[in-house]
């Protein structure tokens, strides 16, 4: 009996410790979304979202995670005045009716400790699609001010913009759209 709960007891000490998944908040100050279209066939548009919240958990040693990106509609910006308010309108993020944008991540694939994917739904104008986010960069670090664990990384997706009823001059301004996420988060 003493002898096999010490090999149980040997055993249990000899098994990796179950990881726990860490929680992370999303850093607004360094986190940017970004979007690029065609414009007319000729130039390559750029703009970006300045308000973006969200939490990210993710288990490297289950290699699982989750992650809830929420982007303010209305933080949409081009440099151009105008052309934000536009954007801002019916014809586009139609903001007074779909305030937010929303990524939903379920389905995280590692290369090691490092995010190489994250799969989730995309909500924009009220409409769900799943949309992969592939990743530029990943990285985890000691952040030197705040002395916890922060990630960040760059990661790209190409979406038609149709397929949420995003359709507004196609083909004028292309219908294929790169998302560019760009994030850092703070381990709670």
Request: hydrophobic share 40%; net charge neutral; with cysteine.
């Amino acid at each position: 009996m003493i002898r096999t709960a010490l090999a149980v007891l040997a055993l249990a000490l000899a098994l990796p410790a179950a990881a726990e998944p860490e929680t992370f908040t999303i850093d607004p100050n360094h986190t940017f979304p970004s979007w690029e279209i065609t414009h007319f066939g000729v130039s390559v548009q750029r703009g970006r979202f300045n308000k973006t919240s969200g939490k990210i958990s993710m288990d490297t040693a289950a290699k699982t995670g989750t992650a809830e990106v929420i982007i303010d509609a209305s933080s949409v910006d081009t440099g151009q005045p105008k052309l934000g308010e536009h954007l801002r309108g019916p014809d586009f993020f139609d903001v007074a009716r779909f305030p937010s944008l929303a990524f939903k991540g379920t389905s995280f694939v590692f290369d090691g400790e490092k995010v190489k994917s994250v799969a989730g739904d995309l909500t924009l104008l009220g409409v769900t699609k799943p949309v992969t986010l592939n990743t530029v960069t990943f990285n985890c670090a000691t952040h030197p001010a705040a002395k916890k664990k922060f990630c960040g990384g760059d990661f790209v997706a190409t979406i038609k913009r149709s397929d949420w009823g995003l359709s507004k001059f196609v083909p004028m301004i292309s219908d294929e759209v790169t998302l560019h996420v760009n994030l850092e988060a703070i381990k709670d």
